[in-house]
């Protein structure tokens, strides 16, 4: 897709220098250390050649197609002209090293578009600006200035921070990590994010992609590429900027808790993405996804010699998530008749302090054999008569490969040899079991998205032609807020059902609907400029008969009219009281990024104190939607608890779909809460007791 | 304290022996090549020369003070014997090596019994048996078999498992850490965890004290060990076995609630000891406390020659509960002068990624002159004009040491000169941002628990010899469930405020009592038979007048006999209805190690669903009792939101410390529940308006 960015047969190096140290004269150099076998043009008016290359004064002489890829690193005001210049050497892809755009101001940001804008016109594809450059292992070709050549290997790398690059880079080459690509983003002028994921998901080199992201270009576009680039290989992502978010003014209770982290994880999560949630995580994970296969289950054996260490694993385990499941007993006792009397057979399973290789092994097989163990931890302490290297080769060499098993080698000097052994035997090692059981646990979860069933969005009919009028004529008048009335007919065209109920503008009216809905009634204030209806005094629940209606009635436009004189009133909405059921939230925050978000709580103190709340992204299904209610901690009591009857999940699952719909249809929506949502045991009716909405105006 | 142990001028080493991989030839080497300054006495009946030392048949020929401290590491058959030789000899402390004691069983537990005894009516010290030894950098003493001799410096390590101890010093050299004691500590037969945390707080060169535990032989001298070390440096301590706790027996909500790695954590914190959930934590944090000041306050300052890292590190300190606080107006203006103009003032201080050594200083000055920052991370990533060694030696060279320093070099290869920089330089250097940050916080952390106020335990005027009463007539009886009513006139003893009641064992008299206490009345059955009495209909509330009352006493009596028609019937419990207030849950559960852990937690589905609920060990302060409430998620609900009034704390901690009393002065209460606890606003009564308690037997 990329082909003349990732594989170009000639390059030119705009802006090469002779000067050591320069990024011109470094790129240079990195192509030629890193072997590239095709053509390396160096530019420069002022020289004849550049690291024994010679050097052209400009590109006005390669003209159709000598060039593949244009490297430029040149003074900001330079730029444009070799960009053209590029374009009529032939060049199909442009790194553009220099920086001084968007990042810099409104001047920056304007050059850079205008950049863009002459390259789109010529299908002429953009990496950066802004950036380090582009490594290839697979084409031998260090297009960067980040560093020298990392050795091959299946790890693909995108980083929106170039200084990372370079730290990652050093760092998989003190870990001896191979590396497929590396990808420096930088301002993502063209190429960004979405179209790396594409490609390296099809790259047969990329076994695994990590990346570091600050910011993501088009929500629904990353979550289609990195769904479909994790479908096919683990994509394990870094995003930083995950407190400083929040800032955006919401006003239901969904967008006071949809912060825009929240967002990232719910769309990580749809995508299959495994997020990392520290520096160290990014390659803990993508090693152990790089060398080891997925688990198919999450029983764990742990294999050590020392008891302490073997207890910290097994609770790390346990908190993971993770299950400690001691060894199926035909498999223990093969493996008793291997190891002395005192070792320990149970999980962790103990070899001893002088366990020598053999035991280990011995261990490690019937880890491998046994039906009821899906991954292994071994745990290496170095005493007096530990071997660490030759223990390292016994274990690769006895490796069936049909399970994932990590490594931790303890200590410093004393393992290094055997952690050489593990790395070089595709063995991941860590510093400490805790971290093993963090990379095993990423793989599971990756494990468990990839066997997710099929998603089947469920499609309810609807009224979305009367939904389309309201909005259209509320947004007409210029106001974003529907109130209960409106945002309730809403909900009724989407197959909510909503208390009889209607508005009256008299006293005599109150009491004829009252009549006719049926008593306890409720009694609401209907008006634009009242949000706060109950502190108000515009609020009367169990109403109980028509006397104590108009009572009510008059009483409460004599509060309002005392306690916000300047409301304007269009009446009180009168509704047939519901039978009591459990009260739970549902509503929707549209996310900048990633579109509606749908969120579900128990009512009042649980979303209100305790933050006790689910996401997740539209459109969503029926299992999705369940999977919400079961993430939040007060699920026992939707469930029942000591012999209580539970509630319909089923139901409210359905209305999470409908708003899911509504939501997907209506951009225009920007928030909605349906507070309380009221629901009861299985087969009885759901109730969307409240409602409110807030509208955008679509831009045209 | 342990002078012997430490400090001996001799040592003999029993079962010393020629061949190099045999720990009783790795202990006398190991002596010799630490440069160990007293006489070495190796001790083997079938040879003459042991790595250059005249060997001894026995320690027979040593009496009266030859021998300071005795290294024994012989078959298990013969330890007895070496162990009565080596006392004969002189030594005041016996280091057992050898294995085969409490670890292998009864018969082996047994022998450990009887060497300690022997031991004890001597006044001699035991470490082990079980363990590696013990190593002592202030005097150059390698007394054992775990490897070389540390560079020293002020980390000291204790650990229960001698695997550890030798990943550790591994680690530690692969660090070039410093250390000045390691101990393994083996079965703990004497010398236990308590002793070496006594003898290491007093000991000058130990600067940090870092443990790995398994258990803790007697809680409450470990809390005054602890705390009393705490004062003087900080306990970095990971414990092992967190999730497989929980197994014992329990009824009452907080015995349910309250695991033993609870009571673990609520030890730590009183006695101020940190604690490292990982095995990197322990040598992060060490380092942190080793060679840098404490933090005064948690406003941390960020400099970077990268964003993405500084976003990260920001994200970390946010999540951290530190703050992310900018410069002063001065510092910034000052500094502002020092950087090129495109440099972020924020916080993180962005140097840029071309920085200099000299940028790197000027942001580290402003840090440490500006009075409203506490702490300085600083965070370096490799890029093409970094100059690592040079900026470390820069930061080194400026520092004022008023403020904690961390640092984070990421990367590996390239970056590696500037960590031994920083290392030698006393600067701790960390792989991540993210990792810094969890030092600084565990620093904040020491530091503000140094800073607490003095803890005054209040003791209220009670009425003891009543509880005495109450309780040993119930353990007389070889009950130890004490039911509502039981527990109730103790709680009152204890000047808590139960609702007026009495038994009645006739309808009549029920009548009686109800118009007496005023109406309306909470009836409720009392059967040391029923547990769960409102399942069985033994429970009636809302009582509003006679009649009902006697209906009522005669339906429960007939309800009872059908559904559970072999308890017996003390009678009917006729109680005034409280006032409505907020329920809270106060409870205890006695734990094995730590005594009384007392809980809070608000009524009902918080305790039950959310287990919102916090844990101190008595005795308990006001101060910490209200820091109890602080810190439940539903705080917010009990301090009185959105305009609500509020409850009054001071009236629950006043719970809490008498229930910390009560439980204090009768270690025969295993668990007490007083649910619900009600409470109303300030200056309104509290109540107890249900409780139960268990004893356990005293052992006489």
């Known amino acids: 897709m990329l082909e003349s960015l990732f594989y170009p047969n000639s390059i030119a190096v705009v802006g090469a220098s002779r000067t050591p140290g320069k990024v011109g004269h470094d790129i240079v150099q990195n192509l030629i250390d890193g072997n590239f076998d095709g053509t390396i043009v160096p530019i420069n008016p002022t020289t004849d050649t550049i690291c024994g290359l010679p050097c052209f004064k400009s590109l006005k002489n390669f003209r159709d197609g000598n060039i593949d890829l244009s490297i430029i690193s040149v003074p900001r005001v330079a730029v444009l002209e070799s960009v053209k210049q590029s374009i009529q050497a032939g060049a199909k892809a442009i790194i553009i090293i220099s920086a001084g755009f968007k990042e810099t101001g409104p001047e920056g940001a304007a050059l850079e578009l205008q950049v863009a804008g002459i390259c789109a016109a010529k299908k002429v594809r953009i990496l950066g600006p802004n950036c380090l450059g582009l490594i290839n292992t697979g084409h031998k070709m260090n297009a960067s200035f980040a560093g020298s050549m990392p050795t091959g290997g299946g790890i693909s790398v995108i980083s929106q921070s170039g200084a990372l690059c370079t730290a990652i880079l050093d ?14 983003i930088g301002n993502k002028a063209d190429i960004s994010e979405v179209d790396i994921l594409k490609t390296l998901a099809n790259d047969e080199q990329t076994k695994v992609i990590v990346g570091y992201l600050e910011d993501i270009a088009v929500g629904d576009d990353f979550i289609k590429a990195a769904e479909e680039a994790s479908v096919k290989k683990p994509v394990v992502i870094l995003k930083s900027g995950t407190t400083a978010a929040g800032l955006k003014a919401a006003t239901s209770h969904t967008g006071i808790l949809a912060g825009s982290d929240t967002a990232y994880g719910a769309a990580f999560k749809r995508s299959g993405v495994v997020r990392a949630e520290r520096f160290e995580a990014l390659f803990d994970f993508a090693t152990a996804f790089s060398m080891q296969p997925l688990p198919e289950g999450n029983r764990v054996l742990i294999i050590t010699n020392a008891g302490g260490p073997g207890t910290m694993a ?32 149970g999980n962790p399973v103990d070899v001893l302090g002088d366990a020598d290789p053999e035991r280990y092994v011995a261990a490690l097989l019937a ?89 089947m969005v469920t499609r309810f009919r609807v009224n979305r032609r009367r939904v389309e009028r309201i909005i259209n004529r509320r947004l007409r008048t210029g106001r974003t807020h529907l109130g ?29 609907v009252a009549d006719r809905v049926g008593y306890p009634v409720a009694m609401k204030i209907v008006s634009k400029d ?82 006790d709340v689910t996401f997740h992204l539209a459109p969503i299904t029926e299992a999705e939607a369940l999977q919400m209610l079961k993430s939040t901690r007060s699920y026992e009591i939707l469930k029942g608890k000591r012999g209580q009857k539970g509630v319909d999940l089923v139901a409210i699952a359905n209305g999470l779909q409908r708003i899911s719909q509504l939501t997907t249809d209506f951009p225009q929506i920007a928030e909605l809460d349906i507070n309380p949502f009221i629901v009861g045991g299985v087969g009885n009716e759901t109730w969307a007791a409240d409602a409110r909405i807030t509208l955008r105006p679509l831009s045209k």
């Open 314 to 345: 097994a609770d790390s385990v346990e908190l993971a998530g993770l299950k400690v499941t001691e060894l199926e007993s035909n498999t223990a006792s093969a493996l008793r008749a291997k190891l002395p009397a005192a070792a320990s057979l």
């Open 171 to 184: 760092l998989a080459k003190g870990r001896h990590l191979g590396l497929a690509k590396l990808i420096s």
């Open 367 to 455: 880890g491998q054999n046994d039906p009821y163990i899906d991954a292994i931890i071994i745990i290496l302490t170095p005493q007096a008569m530990t071997r660490p290297a030759e223990t390292a080769r016994a274990i690769a060499a006895n490796l069936d490969g049909k399970k994932p098993v990590l490594v931790s080698f303890m200590g410093g000097q004393s393992v290094m040899p055997g952690r050489e052994e593990l790395v070089s035997a595709g063995l991941p090692d860590y510093e400490s079991p805790e971290r093993a059981v963090s990379a095993l646990k990423a793989m599971w979860e990756y494990a468990s998205w990839k066997k997710r069933p099929p998603r």
């Open 484 to 512: 209960e009335v409106k945002a309730k007919n809403i909900l009724k065209a989407y197959g909510f059902q909503v208390p009889d109920g209607y508005l009256a503008i008299m006293a005599d009216e109150a009491v004829e």
């Open 530 to 611: 009242i949000v706060h209806k109950s502190d108000l005094g515009g609020v009367r629940l169990n109403v109980k008969n028509s006397e104590e209606v108009r009572d009510f009635y008059d009483l409460m436009l004599l509060r309002i009219k005392q306690r916000a004189p300047s409301a304007v009133i269009d009446g009180v909405y009168i509704e047939r009281m519901l039978d009591p059921g459990m009260e739970v939230i549902i509503g929707m925050s549209r996310d900048q990024q990633f579109g509606p978000m749908l969120m579900f709580g128990l009512g009042g103190i649980f979303v209100e104190v305790m933050k």
